[in-house]
């Protein structure tokens, strides 16, 4: 077996056929269909099932590529660390965030690190379960990952600050009037909520019981940003982190009580670089806690927009 074989089979893994991923990767397709298929006859498995839909990893594949992806990743360091000198870092980076955390503080963080590095490749993605996000820890995949704290977060941890959780209202609706939002006032009202098993959906859904409030759907969506605007716009009230709502809809947004909050930490690899502790380094300069960034301000007097749901 080889790190190229690896790579082959996480690129048709992706991109769901052999064609694809050749040309992803600018290679002859069938040079990659031969080496997968050694790779399989090496292995005695098959990775791969063919579906109307495309090529999917069979239940032993997905086992594998966890694997694969975590020796392609070891290698990338593996040349970076090699690569590095004195004053230039190069290779590739990969951060992880639990999906709505630091998404004004993140990118910040992130262009400064470019701005020191610009060799430096970064790939981020957002995670929505926090149980994948520890898995891809443990697993070695990530050289950094940005989360809530929990029972199981690493001992050594870096913990950054709190995020504070925020209700986003309708234009017009009555809770605008206020400062901060008494929870117990949002009965009865729909919410627009998170996909099923992420930590956002899992956030709010404590906080209803919490506050013995119905969990009353009016829709479900993937992005903390589709969210807010959905909100915005009458469908149901909603609770993300502070720092993701978007530019423009902080009037429509404000703190509740009890105050909803998480600890935000940075879990780095072990025997982390100078990429990850530089990055660690400017998460530490950023602000955290932005709850004064929401600061209610003078709107039109509108009439109250209804949130019923028929």
């Known amino acids: 077996m080889s790190l190229r074989q690896f790579e082959y089979a996480l690129a048709v893994a992706e991109e769901g056929s052999v064609t694809a991923a050749a040309e992803r990767l600018h290679v002859a397709q069938p040079s990659m269909s031969q080496q997968i298929r050694a790779l399989e006859r090496e292995l005695g498995v098959e990775l791969f099932a063919r579906t109307p839909t495309g090529l999917v990893p069979t239940v032993v594949g997905r086992a594998f590529l966890r694997e694969a992806e975590a020796a392609v990743s070891a290698a ?3 040349r970076a660390t090699a690569r590095a000198g004195a004053d230039e870092l190069v290779g590739e980076l990969v951060v992880a965030v639990q999906m709505g955390f630091g998404t004004r503080q993140l990118p910040r963080a992130l262009g400064a690190l470019r701005h020191r590095y610009p060799r430096l490749e970064i790939t981020v993605f957002e995670e929505p379960s926090s149980a994948e996000l520890e898995r891809l820890c443990r697993g070695g995949v990530l050289n950094l990952a940005l989360m809530a704290a929990c029972e199981r977060t690493p ?14 209202l309708g234009a017009g609706h009555r809770l605008l009037a206020a400062d901060r939002v008494d929870l117990r006032e949002l009965a009865g009202e729909p919410w627009v909520r998170f996909d099923r098993g992420s930590a956002l959906d899992a956030v709010l859904l404590d906080v209803l019981r919490t506050n013995e409030l119905a969990p009353a759907t009016a829709a479900r969506v993937s992005q903390t940003a589709t969210a807010v605007r959905w909100a915005a716009h009458g469908l149901g009230v909603t609770l993300v982190p502070a720092s993701a709502v ?14 909803v909050t998480q600890p935000v930490v940075a879990v780095l690899r072990p025997g982390a670089g100078p990429a990850e502790t530089a990055l660690l380094e400017f998460l530490r300069k950023e602000t955290w806690s932005e709850s004064a960034f929401f600061t209610p301000v003078s709107a039109p007097v509108s009439a109250p927009v209804s949130t019923a749901v028929s």
């Open 76 to 78: 990338r360091r593996a």
């Open 155 to 168: 001992s050594d941890a870096h913990h950054l600050g709190d995020e504070e959780f925020v209700v986003v």
């Open 246 to 259: 978007p530019h423009g809809h902080e009037h429509l947004v404000r703190p509740v009580f009890p105050a």
